[in-house]
């Protein structure tokens, strides 16, 4: 087990070295569901590489979206400065569905325009979202296990960017009970939210006293 914080508790460094592993496990998962072509006769090989480009896309989708994750995982982290049991078991349940993420991209990808397909992948990416969400809530609430003094602005702009993750994947979902198509594409558009800066980053080039 982790050893003790210097401002008490467990220190949660062995945390985001198990969820780093697990990251890089998947993401690397991700690329073995697209298998090369064999060299054999039949159709050419620009019409078997185009047979491929829903496993393409989800894969580059959904690499993207763990990436997001990640840094998400990793900015909450860059304040959570101690760890407790229930956090432990929160970043497992988070980690359970980081790593379930090949499996439902790779039915996506064989299941393109299957509606159960999408719902299943957007369902593993809500529940992730909200075990992230899960994670922030429990750390800051009382200032369990982040600095005593921490900024209130940066424990609203936290959680505000995750409720907007999951949110998201909430309405896709509903979408694609009605366009399966329309649902993928907003999955597909999603990475976009996170890679516009925000409040978060100002203050993590800041230093604080947290």
């Known amino acids: 087990m982790a050893g003790p914080s210097p401002t008490g508790g467990l220190s949660p460094s062995r945390i985001e070295t198990l969820c780093d592993g697990v990251f890089a496990i998947a993401m690397t998962l991700l690329v073995l569901e697209i298998k090369v ?42 304040y959570i ?57 429990w750390a800051t609430a009382g200032r369990r296990l982040v600095a005593s003094d921490l900024d209130p602005a ?22 694609t009970l009605l366009s399966t198509r329309a649902g993928l594409l907003l999955f597909a558009l999603m990475p976009l939210l996170y890679l516009v800066p925000s409040r978060i980053d100002r203050h993590v080039r800041t230093p604080s006293g947290s």
């Open 81 to 137: 400065r101690r760890s407790d049991r229930p956090l432990l078991w929160i970043n497992i349940g988070f980690l359970l569905f980081v790593s379930f993420l090949p499996f439902a991209t790779g039915v996506v990808g064989n299941f393109p325009g299957e509606r159960a397909a999408v719902l299943l992948y957007g369902a593993t990416l809500l529940a992730a979202g909200l075990f992230l969400l899960a994670q922030w809530t």
């Open 154 to 175: 940066v424990v609203a702009a936290v959680r505000a960017r995750v409720l907007a993750g999951t949110g998201f994947y909430a309405v896709a979902m509903a979408v």
């Open 37 to 78: 072509p064999e060299p054999h006769a039949g159709p050419g090989l620009v019409h078997r590489l185009a047979e491929l480009v829903p496993k393409m896309a989800s894969f580059g989708v959904s690499f993207v979206i763990l990436g997001t994750l990640w840094v998400g995982h990793h900015y909450q982290f860059h």
